[in-house]
């Protein structure tokens, strides 16, 4: 009797175990946040828009393509102009260019104009106004970043500094694709960045 009774009570033990672990856990992270197919496209985030979003922020593209205001000695992001570019009423970081060449030396303005060996270079609109990518489509902006050519001309001149692109041209096409879905839909800021400027050496 007393084998009897120690055989059907581990018979009832593991017919308990097996039908616990058969049962769904619905206190499991995997029931509580379910992950559609649609925010796993988008790396976790509610849309392709939000995650470009997230990589423009994490990519520091605002250090140099959102115009700075100064408030109690500090230089902040204008947020009333993000991602427009150097401003057009802004003039060139004023230093003896010819010098500073020589010496291979590098100077900014506001982080938004670089003067080097290179020349004089001025940080893009990146806004979906037509002076800066509103007129753009997605290659244009892949080629941009992958062969660091400017607006994405296959035939254009290359990019010039401060503009990591050889380091941003590792990123997947999924991650350009997303970064430029956010940069369409930013607010629409009209600002024509000046032209490049030339070596001083190259104009005379």
Aim: aromatic content about 8%.
């Amino acid at each position: 009797m007393k084998n009897l009774f120690t055989s059907l009570f581990l018979i009832s033990a593991s017919a308990l175990f097996i039908s616990q672990c058969n049962t769904p856990d619905t206190n499991s992270d995997a029931v509580l946040n379910p992950l559609s197919s649609k925010t796993a496209d988008y790396n976790g985030y509610a849309s392709q828009e939000q995650w470009g979003e997230h990589l423009v922020t994490i990519c520091g593209c605002n250090d140099c393509h959102t115009p700075k205001k100064f408030v109690n000695g500090m230089m902040l992001l204008d947020s009333s102009r993000l991602l427009s570019g150097h401003p057009s009423e802004l003039p060139p970081p004023d230093v003896n260019r010819s010098e500073l060449e020589k010496k291979g030396n590098v100077v900014t303005q506001t982080l938004t104009a670089w003067s080097g060996p290179w020349g004089t270079s001025f940080t893009g609109n990146l806004t979906s106004d037509p002076t800066g990518i509103g007129n753009w489509d997605e290659s244009n902006f892949i080629t941009a970043i992958r062969h660091g050519k400017f607006k994405g001309i296959e035939s254009g001149r290359s990019l010039l500094p401060p503009m990591p692109w050889e380091m941003y041209r590792n990123m997947t096409d999924r991650e350009l694709k997303a970064v430029f879905a956010f940069l369409k839909s930013t607010k629409p800021v009209q600002n024509v960045v000046p032209a490049t400027l030339p070596p001083v050496s190259a104009s005379h």
